[in-house]
């Protein structure tokens, strides 16, 4: 909901695309600067402490949020200030949540008996089913409801996360918790040291280069190029997560049965084929926009399963929080320079920008995998 709606909203309360761009990149650039501190903290601290910390402090600020929207106008500096920064504090809690949840998902991967890859799948399949249901939810709200209904059912949600999540340590992450080394530095020099796993890292940089900007191009291309609402805006990505989970799924399986590499080549192939259409068809309908966002981002879902699979194998647990970060870093450093591109080029030549993304995107992905193939450190995780 966080992600999709407030972009949403600031759209509906400044009436601006420039401001919509730039909000999407406020959102994200101090997500990044979050992270290596988030890592330290999650390896510090335990995962429970900081989720549960992060949740709590998230439902305030959304709170506030909604308190402050109340008593200013709409297209107001006010307005808008409110909701810009509402998009940085909850893009930096957010963050911090999800590296706790990340951590302790790769503890529940070791334990014995249990297939990373299966493990990994379930977790993914967790954030896909929320990501069908938050778009289009807080699209909804927003249309029918107002701001102030989003907000609240938002905080709602985050308050409930820190009610729900857990209380102490898993027996991976106690039992680690003792070797721990924290910080940036402990994650970039393990990041270093494992060569698979940087390769992987590195074209999903380029990867979500194209993934990036078509998130903070399409509430600007669908409700202002296309005359749509902010419902049917938050329903492409809802279809979109709906064919991620399918994918992530058949991923599974596919790895299952022919490996982990062969999976990720195929999801590869995937996403890089719908972009590069994207770009080609210039989608100019809606049902366009839905229809190859949904295949971009199946490619996507398969690709995360192989990330998420190879750093439950490769990552030691002592520095697994600090390395995340940094890999985390790394792969979102495209989403505030893609908000910075819709910000500063006209919506009609968005598509252009789509199309040079198209092409890094199918070169990146296409060294990667060739690349990988050459490297001995590839876990083992067919049956």
Avoid at 193 to 219: D, E, F, I, M
Avoid at 261 to 266: C, F, K, L, R, Y
Avoid at 326 to 340: D, N, R, S, W
Wanted: proline fraction near 5%.
């Amino acid at each position: 909901m966080g992600t999709y709606g407030i972009p949403l909203l600031v759209l509906a309360t400044t009436g601006s695309a420039t401001l919509t761009g730039l909000a999407f990149a406020l959102e994200w650039i101090p997500r990044l600067a979050a992270f290596p501190v988030a890592g330290a903290l999650v390896d510090r601290y335990g995962t429970a402490r900081i989720f549960q910390a992060a949740c709590l402090t998230r439902t305030a600020v959304i709170l506030t949020a909604a308190v402050a929207l109340t008593t200013v106008e709409p297209h107001t500096v006010a307005a808008t200030t409110a909701v810009m920064l509402l998009a940085a504090a909850t893009g930096v809690l957010t963050e911090v949540s999800y590296v706790a949840v990340e951590t302790s998902g790769n503890a529940a991967s070791r334990e014995p008996g249990r297939r990373a890859h299966q493990v990994q799948s379930v977790l993914l399949g967790i954030d896909q089913v929320a990501t069908l249901a938050g778009p289009v939810l807080a699209g909804l709200l927003l249309e029918h409801a107002g701001p102030q209904a989003m907000l609240g059912t938002l905080a709602g949600f985050s308050l409930l996360a820190a009610a729900l999540g857990p209380r102490q340590e898993t027996r991976e992450e106690t039992n680690a918790a003792g070797g721990r080394r924290q910080g940036l530095r402990a994650g970039w020099a393990t990041l270093r040291s494992l060569p698979a796993l940087a390769w992987l890292v590195g074209g999903l940089v380029v990867s979500n280069t194209a993934v990036g900007l078509l998130q903070a191009a399409v509430p600007v291309l669908v409700v202002t190029e296309l005359g749509h609402s902010s419902a049917d805006a938050g329903a492409i990505w809802s279809v979109a997560a709906a064919t991620s989970l399918l994918a992530v799924t058949v991923c599974r399986r596919g790895i299952d049965r022919w490996g982990l590499w062969p999976a990720g080549a195929a999801s590869a192939v995937l996403a890089a084929t719908a972009t590069a259409t994207l770009a080609i068809a210039t989608a100019d309908t809606y049902r366009g926009y839905l229809l190859l966002i949904a295949v971009l981002m199946a490619g996507e879902g398969g690709l995360t399963v192989v990330l998420r699979t190879l750093r439950a194998h490769l990552i030691p647990s002592e520095t697994f929080a600090s390395t995340l970060a940094v890999t985390i870093l790394l792969l979102l450093i495209p989403f505030p320079l893609a908000g910075l591109v819709v910000a500063a080029v006209p919506p009609a030549d968005l598509p252009h920008a789509v199309a040079v993304t198209a092409v890094l995107q199918t070169i990146g992905l296409a060294v990667t995998f060739a690349r990988l193939r050459t490297l001995r450190a590839v876990p083992a995780v067919t049956t």
